[in-house]
């Protein structure tokens, strides 16, 4: 197991991908039939997180690839691209912004990650770009002279 640079603390590496749909009435149940899952999270304007929350502004239909966290994200993709593949007809013709969102978290500022070219057809046959949000728990604020301001 490697060490993040504290050395008492264990380095984590956390990989998610995720189909997003968005707009107005979406059709759910066609969505689901389609892709023959059930969503990890879906929401219709106007409905809220909790209450006080902003009402949401669009309709939204997530599924999450159903891989653990720390299997690598070229696994995440490959899975995806399972359900996803058969319905990009579908996809491509949704009144819709159909995107694919990719995640990586980890508490080690000094790694990286691969992603083998397989595993990006789904960016391809969906005409979306391949975007990363990156997470870095605690290894950059141990490593800053000065507090960042916002």
Same mark, same amino acid.
């Given at each position: 197991?490697?060490?993040?640079?504290? /050395?008492? /603390? +264990?380095?984590?590496? @956390?990989?998610?991908?995720? #189909?997003?749909?968005?707009? *107005?009435?979406?059709?759910?149940?066609?969505?689901?039939?389609?892709?023959?899952?059930?969503?990890?999270? *879906?929401?219709?304007?106007?409905?809220?997180?909790?209450?006080?929350?902003?009402?949401? *502004?669009?309709?939204?239909?997530?599924?999450?690839?159903?891989? @653990?966290?720390? @299997? /690598?994200?070229?696994?995440?993709?490959?899975?995806?691209?399972?359900?996803?593949?058969?319905?990009?007809?579908?996809?491509?013709? #949704?009144?819709?912004? !159909?995107?694919?969102?990719?995640?990586?978290?980890?508490?080690?500022?000094?790694?990286?990650?691969?992603? /083998? +070219?397989?595993?990006?057809?789904?960016?391809?046959?969906?005409?979306?770009?391949?975007?990363?949000?990156?997470? !870095?728990?605690?290894?950059?604020?141990?490593?800053?002279?000065?507090?960042?301001?916002?």
């Amino acid at each position: 197991m490697a060490f993040s640079e504290s /050395e008492d /603390e +264990p380095s984590y590496f @956390a990989y998610s991908a995720t #189909l997003r749909i968005h707009g *107005k009435d979406l059709p759910f149940e066609d969505i689901e039939s389609a892709l023959v899952v059930a969503p990890s999270h *879906k929401h219709r304007a106007g409905d809220r997180r909790r209450p006080g929350a902003r009402p949401y *502004k669009d309709d939204a239909w997530h599924f999450t690839a159903p891989v @653990a966290e720390e @299997a /690598e994200l070229t696994e995440h993709l490959r899975r995806l691209w399972q359900t996803v593949e058969p319905a990009v007809h579908y996809l491509n013709q #949704l009144d819709a912004t !159909v995107d694919v969102f990719c995640g990586y978290r980890s508490n080690h500022g000094a790694a990286g990650l691969a992603v /083998e +070219p397989d595993a990006l057809q789904i960016f391809t046959a969906l005409n979306v770009p391949f975007g990363l949000s990156v997470i !870095v728990d605690s290894w950059l604020g141990e490593r800053l002279s000065e507090p960042t301001a916002h």
